[in-house]
């Protein structure tokens, strides 16, 4: 398994993204994650909102 630097996450499509760094670019972004976010549909589309 590829390491993950929090200074590379980010970069290229939210889509192309694992759910683990959706939830690294959110936590290096400042976003909060709730509860009932369990897909990484509602992780990009909570990242797009902010």
Request: aromatic share 2%; proline share 2%.
């Amino acid at each position: 398994m590829k390491e993950i630097h929090i200074n590379e996450i980010g970069k290229g499509k939210l889509e192309d993204l694992s759910p683990n760094e959706l939830r690294a670019l959110c936590w290096k972004e400042g976003i909060e994650l709730k509860g009932d976010i369990k897909t990484k549909k509602q992780l990009i589309d909570l990242i797009k909102k902010h």
